[in-house]
């Protein structure tokens, strides 16, 4: 039986005879359904239409982005490590050259994913590589749309995948909203990889924290406190979040708490003069 992929959010389904009736990560208020109405596709038609491009970002990590656009337009990134490279969050499409170009780079020993709008096609992934396993928090286990057994799900939280890349539950957009640190990011100063957990803004001085980014829905500042707290005791200078050009490239850890303070102003009614 085919294994369908909403259109609007990019997240791969279980088996199912005919297409789903419903995607209920659209259906919640954090994503949308498309103008166009509930929408899916598969695989296969994605393999023929689509590509993934390869993205050095700094020395030991690459970025995977599908062209033309699809879904969200997320993209996952390969951290490479001595002890086992890890691919942080997940696209729908993968095919023959994705994993010629992952192998070629060391292959993966984990996959981990920081919210459900990222999980996409995990299990693809998952088999593709080796059915390497797949870490998802489980405050976030009733998103799950195609259960598989690579799934590991984690609680507290942090999750230590190795000695250089920790899993930070952060909470906020979704309660299991989790970050990857990777300690030997930004030429040993430590790197966060964020998604939309913690967001670079047009303005990259600063980041954001929503429940809902597309329908702009704030979080409250006990949430965004909760966030700053989450990472405040790892040693970090940059981040890269989870689209194209969404970086921080130094002071990211002083831009998280400086962003904090304005969000938690703003809320409150207090803005510039």
Known sequence: MPVYICVTCGVQYAETPEPPAHCPICEDERQYIGPDGQRWTTL????????????????????????????????????????????????????????????????????????????????EWSRALGDVPVYLHSDDRRWVMRPDPAIRFWDGETCALNDEMTLIRCGGHFPGSSVLHWRGGAQGKGALLTGDTITVVADRRYVTFMYSYPNQIPLDGKAVEHIVEAVESFAFDRIYGGWAGSVIGQGAKAAVVRSAERYTRAMAGVYPA
């Open 44 to 123: 296969e038609s994605l393999q023929r239409g689509h590509r993934n491009e390869f993205i050095g970002l700094e020395a030991g990590l690459t970025a995977i982005a599908t062209a033309p656009k699809f879904a969200i337009g997320q993209r996952a990134m390969l951290v490479e490590s001595p002890q086992g490279n890890v691919l942080w969050d997940c696209i729908s499409l993968i095919d023959d050259a994705t994993v010629a170009a992952v192998r070629e780079r060391g292959g993966v020993a984990a996959i981990a994913i920081c919210h459900p709008h990222f999980y996409d096609s995990l299990v």
